[in-house]
């Protein structure tokens, strides 16, 4: 005999009763599902639906409530190509880690230092970093013994120059050289707890610097090449959330390092956690620029955090 859900709809109903106490029990396991979720170090250890559901948009919840991850994902990403179509962060015009100015660079220069960088000449002293024997960037060899050199290694800071040679030329190879380090940077640095974090790569001035600079620029820049594909994208997704939740953590009132987090904030407002992103770097920076006049602070905390976090970004430009 073929059970039915009929049947089935009636069995539960002989053993416990009305159907609204399996509404209840629905809503209550779906409550402690979405606390649970909650508990993680790193959104690299969701599942798709519980990644997906971190961003409030109707139609990527929608396909996820019916069950339909890879349509929710094509959501998402649907979404997205709008977003940097019709407005996106743009990287600072002075790239200092390469003392390279691309405002006031001839479209000549712009793709000679651009292919420079497809050379590895990654950053202003010239010094090509470690090429491992898979033919990546060993993002942790310092061959210079020098701090502030690994610092700008880890800052990516060349990809904005990368991702303009590509929008002018619509050249793949610097959409290439992106993807693969990205790839290879994620794979190679996956997010620790705070005491054990290697300043080089999860330090607060680093994780704002390449989210501001390079990270958010370079997710619109690169956004329509076949080498930034779903999975790269969801990738990069991904560690953008960890690093921005990572700055959130830290208890800083520069108002530098709260730029990054006010970045993310920004950028990425359908993230459901963007809205405490940006709500803390500026409560950190009221307190940096106000001290202990309490006035000041009340007077700041009367004007919305979206058009404060706007001003604060403008200045870090």
């Known amino acids: 005999m ?8 009636d069995k539960m109903n002989e053993l416990g009763g009305s159907s609204s106490c399996y509404r209840d029990l ?7 599902g979405s606390f649970l979720r909650k508990r993680y170090r790193s959104a690299r250890d969701l599942n798709d639906a519980e990644f997906l559901s971190l961003f409030d948009i109707p139609e990527v919840n929608s396909r996820i409530n019916q069950g339909f991850n890879i349509k929710a994902t094509a959501a998402l990403l649907s979404h997205f190509q709008l977003r940097v179509e019709q407005d996106w962060l743009n990287p600072p015009a002075q790239l200092v880690d390469l003392a390279f100015d691309m405002s006031a660079a001839s479209e000549e220069e712009l793709i000679a230092r651009a292919d420079l960088v497809l050379d590895y000449d990654l950053e202003w002293s010239g010094v090509p970093p470690e090429i491992n024997s898979a ?10 013994q020098n701090r502030d050199w690994l610092f700008r290694l880890n800052r990516h ?3 904005p120059l990368l991702g303009l ?24 640095n996956f997010p620790l707890d705070t005491a054990q974090a290697d300043p080089h790569i999860w330090s607060s001035e680093q994780i704002a610097l390449r989210l501001r600079v390079s990270w958010i620029p370079a997710f619109g820049m690169f956004y ?3 080498y930034f594909n779903t999975t790269r994208k969801l990738e990069m997704l991904r560690s953008i959330f960890d690093q ?8 800083q009132d520069d108002l530098l390092l709260n730029g990054g987090l006010v970045s993310a904030g920004l950028s990425f407002p359908e993230i459901r956690e963007a809205s405490k992103w940006r ?18 602070s009340t007077n700041l905390l009367e004007v919305s955090d979206k058009a404060h976090a706007a001003a604060l970004l403008g200045a870090l430009v």
């Not at 629905?26 to 402690?32: D, I, K, R, V, Y």
């Not at 709500?279 to 000041?296: F, I, S």
């Open 157 to 159: 800071s060349w990809w």
């Open 2 to 9: 073929t059970t039915t859900k009929t049947n089935v709809g």
């Open 224 to 226: 329509h090449s076949p």
């Open 244 to 251: 921005a939740r990572f700055l959130k953590q830290q208890s």
């Open 165 to 188: 040679a590509y929008q002018r030329s619509g050249d793949e190879r610097y959409a290439k050289a992106f993807a693969r380090q990205l790839s290879a940077w994620i794979n190679d």
């Open 279 to 296: 709500k803390a770097a500026l409560q950190r920076c009221r307190e940096y620029v106000a001290g202990n006049e309490e006035q000041r």
């Open 26 to 32: 629905g809503t209550l396991f779906s409550s402690a």
């Open 135 to 144: 033919g990546e960037i060993d993002w942790q060899r310092n061959i210079l």
